[in-house]
C-alpha cells in the first residue's frame, strides 16, 4: 500500500513538474513575442497589422493568436509591458519616500517621462490607439496613469507625514499631476515636439511651485 501511495506522489509531481515547465515556456514565449512586436512597431509604426507583426516575431499568426488569442490579447499584454518599463523608469526618480519636495517630484516626473515618449513615439502612438472590434479594451490611459498615480501619491504621502502635515491631499495630487503631465505629453508629442523638453518640464514647474510652497509655509 505505501508503494503505491508512493508511487502516485511521484506521479503527481511529474505531472506537476510538467505543467510548471510548460507554463514556464509559454510565459518566456510571451515575453519573447510581446519584445519582437515592440521592435516591429518602431520599425514599421503604430498601424502595423498582424502580418508584419508575425513576420518580426519569425512565426505566424496563428501562434499569436495561440499565445494572445488575437491583436486585442497581443496589445493588451503590449501595454502592461511599457507600463512596467515606464514605472521601471520612474521609479529610480521618485523612489525617496519622505525626502523629495512636491515640486521637485513634479519636475522629475515630467522630464522623465517625456523623455521615454520622445525616445518611443512609436510605441506610444501605439498604446493610446486601441485596437477596433467586438472584443472591448480598457482604456490604457487610464490604465496605466491611474496605477502610476497610485504610486505618486504615496511620494507625496510619505513627505506629507515627515513634513508633520496632513497626507489627506496625497491622493489628489499624485493623481492630478499624472494626468496633467500624460495630457501635455500627449500634446507635446502629437504637435511634433514643437519647443524642447527642457521648456516643457520648465512650464509645467511653474504651474506646481507656487501652490507647493504655500503648502510649505503654512
Known amino acids: 500500500m505505501c508503494g503505491t501511495v508512493g508511487f502516485v506522489n511521484a506521479a503527481e509531481q511529474l505531472v506537476d513538474g510538467r505543467a510548471t515547465r510548460w507554463a514556464d515556456h509559454n510565459a518566456q514565449r510571451r515575453r519573447e513575442l510581446?519584445?519582437?512586436?515592440?521592435r516591429a512597431i518602431r520599425k514599421h509604426g503604430p498601424g502595423i497589422g498582424m502580418d508584419e507583426l508575425a513576420s518580426e516575431a519569425g512565426t505566424s499568426k496563428t501562434v499569436i493568436y495561440r499565445?494572445?488569442?488575437?491583436r486585442t490579447g497581443l496589445y493588451t499584454a503590449i501595454v502592461?509591458?511599457?507600463?512596467?518599463?515606464?514605472?521601471s523608469?520612474?521609479?529610480?526618480?521618485?523612489?525617496?519616500?519622505?525626502?523629495?519636495?512636491?515640486?521637485?517630484?513634479?519636475?522629475?516626473?515630467t522630464?522623465?517621462?517625456?523623455?521615454?515618449?520622445?525616445?518611443?513615439?512609436?510605441?506610444?502612438?501605439?498604446?493610446?490607439?486601441?485596437?477596433?472590434?467586438?472584443?472591448?479594451?480598457?482604456?490604457?490611459?487610464?490604465s496605466i496613469t491611474g496605477r502610476i498615480g497610485n504610486e505618486v501619491a504615496e511620494a507625496f504621502r510619505a513627505w506629507l507625514r515627515a513634513q508633520g502635515m496632513d497626507p489627506r491631499p496625497a491622493n489628489t495630487w499624485g493623481h492630478g499631476v499624472?494626468?496633467?503631465?500624460?495630457?501635455?505629453?500627449?500634446?507635446?508629442?502629437?504637435?511634433?515636439?514643437q519647443r524642447p523638453r527642457a521648456d516643457i518640464v520648465e512650464f509645467a514647474?511653474?504651474?506646481?511651485?507656487?501652490?507647493?510652497?504655500?503648502?510649505?509655509?503654512?
Open 111 to 142: 522630464d522623465t517621462y517625456l523623455a521615454l515618449v520622445e525616445r518611443d513615439p512609436e510605441i506610444y502612438q501605439f498604446v493610446v490607439t486601441r485596437p477596433l472590434g467586438d472584443d472591448p479594451v480598457t482604456d490604457p490611459v487610464t
Open 205 to 218: 514647474a511653474r504651474l506646481f511651485d507656487p501652490a507647493f510652497d504655500h503648502q510649505t509655509t503654512t
Open 34 to 38: 510581446v519584445e519582437s512586436a515592440l
Open 67 to 70: 499565445h494572445f488569442g488575437g
Open 89 to 109: 523608469n520612474l521609479a529610480d526618480k521618485l523612489h525617496t519616500p519622505g525626502e523629495l519636495e512636491p515640486a521637485e517630484l513634479v519636475r522629475r516626473l
Open 178 to 193: 499624472v494626468g496633467f503631465v500624460w495630457a501635455i505629453a500627449d500634446k507635446w508629442i502629437t504637435t511634433g515636439h
Open 80 to 87: 502592461e509591458s511599457v507600463h512596467e518599463f515606464i514605472w
